[in-house]
């Protein structure tokens, strides 16, 4: 059982299921059409890579200038240590699957190119550009400058990044796929402000887990700011308060049925419990299956909710 868990969140799949669950949920929310079988491939593919590549930089970057950190109690490091080799090939099928969903999105889209204007590559560019710099000494060694570093800003980078994958791109692929579709809607906006600050949120919980690392490395987080009872009293749960009304604002202006407000009542009420267990000390698991796995309730509480 352990070999499997270790595989299943160290080897970020559950990131790559939760993107498709939640493009799913958004899809839905958002009444557009299924982007398609290639670009679900190729997010799955692409979040997995993503985090994977970053991961193991950073790994190589502690091997290089910290080596006692790898040791026998940092289980993800040992993870990378003991797979390398797995890992690389993976990586490459990954590569390769994903090539293969991008030229099969970008040859369906072949005659719509006059649908592309500024608007579109503005937001197209924007949010891929954000991740690279995000990682930007891992991605471009010879960069110094990383949004990672920016320890207040940190969780609010994380969460565009994963609103804009999650909501902006399956409107964008609508607008070109079908004529008479905006390429923005309201529905879109509320979608995309509720994802940024639901995905933000959970970055803020996730960075207590970095604690030490965060503060070693001078990077100002909340927790590493303000300390643990501050950052859940004062930051999370506010934040958590200010979701819930957000959520109950956006289902009054996009006039859904009742159960969205009771779904998103639930899923409040979910992070506000998860926030208070955060007052004990929690292993690596906890973070990867309980704290990411609210991305998952949320995503599958919506599709059940407002599946027709």
Not at 177 to 201: A, E, G, K, N
Not at 289 to 300: E, F, S, T, Y
Request: glycine fraction near 4%; proline fraction near 3%.
């Amino acid at each position: 059982m352990k070999r499997f868990t270790d595989l299943f969140f160290f080897s970020n799949v559950f990131y790559g299921i939760c993107m498709v669950a939640m493009t799913d949920d958004s899809v839905i929310f958002q009444q557009i059409n299924l982007p398609g079988i290639f670009y679900f491939t190729f997010i799955f593919c692409a979040s997995i890579l993503y985090y994977t590549f970053a991961y193991a930089g950073i790994f190589k970057l502690h091997r290089q200038r910290k080596p006692a950190i790898i040791n026998d109690k940092n289980r993800r490091f040992n993870w990378y240590r003991k797979h390398a080799i797995t890992i690389f090939y993976a990586q490459i099928a990954l590569v390769f699957a994903a090539a293969v969903s991008l030229y099969m999105l970008l040859y369906r889209t072949s005659g719509q190119y006059h649908k592309i204007n500024g608007e579109f590559l503005l937001i197209a560019l924007v949010f891929p550009a954000v991740s690279i710099f995000y990682y930007g000494h891992i991605y471009f060694p010879g960069l110094h400058f990383t949004l990672r570093n920016k320890g207040l800003l940190k969780p609010f980078v994380i969460g565009f990044v994963w609103a804009g994958a999650i909501v902006c791109y399956p409107a964008l692929f609508n607008y070109i796929f079908y004529d008479h579709t905006p390429m923005v809607s309201l529905r879109t906006m509320y979608c995309f402000l509720d994802y940024w600050l639901f995905v933000s949120i959970l970055c803020i919980m996730f960075d207590i887990k970095d604690y030490a690392d965060d503060a070693n490395r001078d990077v100002k987080t909340f927790v590493v700011k303000w300390g643990l009872k501050n950052t859940i009293y004062k930051i999370l749960l506010p934040v958590c308060l200010l979701y819930a009304a957000f959520s109950f604002v956006k289902n009054i202006a996009a006039g859904v049925p009742a159960t969205n407000f009771v779904a998103d009542s639930f899923i409040a009420a979910c992070l506000y419990l998860v926030v208070m267990g955060l007052t004990k000390r929690k292993p690596i698991l906890f973070y990867l299956l309980v704290i990411d796995g609210l991305m998952l309730l949320k995503a599958l509480t919506g599709i059940v909710i407002n599946w027709n």
